[in-house]
Structures are given as structure tokens and as C-alpha cells.
């Protein structure tokens, strides 16, 4: 059994339901999804698929704050409810330079601090937009864009801690063959993800 967090139900739980590696059906698409329990390894993982047949846009993780408590009612999430939902929100990975070019740039933009404020309060930031508007409004500095960059870094890193205690952290990346869903599970595999499959989507 497992606990619902949005119909604050308990419900039977099959793994990955009768996923068969077969062919797709029309108007689907087949992934990898894998769990990791720390964010190097994610990002380890991220870096070798980007490194050999996997274009970074067929390469996803999961979404914000906001948007898993809008979908499942609750900020973080359980990785067996949603690692095969087609309703769980994704959003684009971010490497860890951008992540330093986005917070550098951040701090010169005084003019954005109360839109992103604003954001960053509801969870609804991700990453890229927060390196995309950082570097269309970097223009001279200041003490206050410094502070955002900080509480935005505190605010994300506790977000993936937490949902490292509530199960690990999600990666899929779509496999449009079968020698590039091998490829995928044994990348994630090698860089500690674990709960690795392949799976079809809607």
C-alpha cells in the first residue's frame, strides 16, 4: 500500500503497472526514468546522457514546488506516484555553472527582485527562468540581488533535500529505440540510479 497525498487515500501499488518492452503506440513516446538519492549523482547522470545520444531537451526532472502541490498536494512526492504519471510536472535540468552564471548575473539585477521574490514565495521558479531573467535584466548591482541569489539557493536546496527524505529525486529521458533505452538504463544505473525501467507514455 501506498499513501495517496492527494486524495489522502491509501491505494494498492503495482510497480510500473504491465510495461512491456514492446513496441510504441501511436501517439505515445517511451522513457528511462530512474531515482537518485543525491543531486551529484543526478547530475552526473545528466551529464553523460547530454555527453552521448540524448539531446538535452528529451531530458527532464521533476518540477517545482508550486506545481507538484497543485498536481498532488503536497511540495514533495512520493517518487512511486509519480515516476509513471503523465500528470507529474517536469521541468528542464540546469548544470551547475549555469547555476553559478544565473546567481552571478542575479545579483545585478535589482529591478527583478520583487517579481522574482514573489515567485520564488509561491514555488513556481524554475532554474531556467531564473538564469533567463537574471541575464536579460543583468545592469548594474547590488546588495539586494546578492540576497535574493542566497535565498533562492537556501530556498531550492532544502526543496531537494526534502524530497531526497520523502523517496530521491526523478530523471527521465526519452528513448525512441530500443539500443537508446539500454544506452539510458545503463547510464543512470552506473551513476547510482536505482528503480531504473523503461515505460510509455500518453
Known amino acids: 500500500m501506498v499513501y495517496d497525498v492527494q486524495n ?12 512491456t518492452d514492446v513496441g510504441v503506440t501511436e501517439g505515445s513516446f517511451r522513457e528511462a526514468v530512474g531515482l537518485f538519492n543525491n543531486v551529484d549523482d543526478l ?3 545528466i551529464r553523460d546522457l547530454e555527453g552521448t545520444a540524448f539531446p538535452r531537451q528529451d531530458i527532464s526532472v521533476m518540477g517545482t514546488r508550486g506545481e507538484l502541490e497543485k ?16 500528470d507529474t510536472p517536469r521541468q528542464a535540468p540546469s548544470r551547475p555553472e549555469e547555476q553559478n552564471i544565473g546567481r552571478s548575473a542575479m545579483i545585478g539585477v535589482p529591478a527583478y527582485v520583487g517579481a522574482m521574490a ?3 514565495g509561491a514555488g513556481a521558479i524554475t532554474f531556467p527562468a531564473f538564469i533567463g531573467v537574471a541575464v536579460l535584466g543583468a545592469a548594474g548591482g547590488g546588495a539586494i540581488g546578492a540576497i ?15 524530497q531526497i527524505k520523502r523517496g530521491g529525486l526523478l ?32
Open 148 to 162: 535574493l541569489v542566497k535565498l533562492f539557493g537556501d530556498r531550492y536546496n532544502r526543496h531537494l533535500e526534502e
Open 43 to 45: 547530475q552526473a547522470a
Open 8 to 19: 489522502h487515500t491509501e491505494r494498492d501499488y503495482t510497480p510500473h503497472g504491465n510495461l
Open 71 to 86: 498536481v498532488f498536494g503536497a511540495p514533495t512526492v512520493p517518487p512511486e506516484l509519480a515516476m509513471d504519471n503523465a
Open 118 to 120: 514573489m515567485a520564488l
Open 171 to 202: 530523471l527521465w529521458v526519452r528513448t525512441p529505440d530500443r539500443d537508446r533505452e539500454e544506452a539510458a538504463k545503463r547510464i543512470m544505473i552506473s551513476r547510482g540510479g536505482y528503480d531504473v525501467h523503461i515505460h510509455e507514455m500518453v
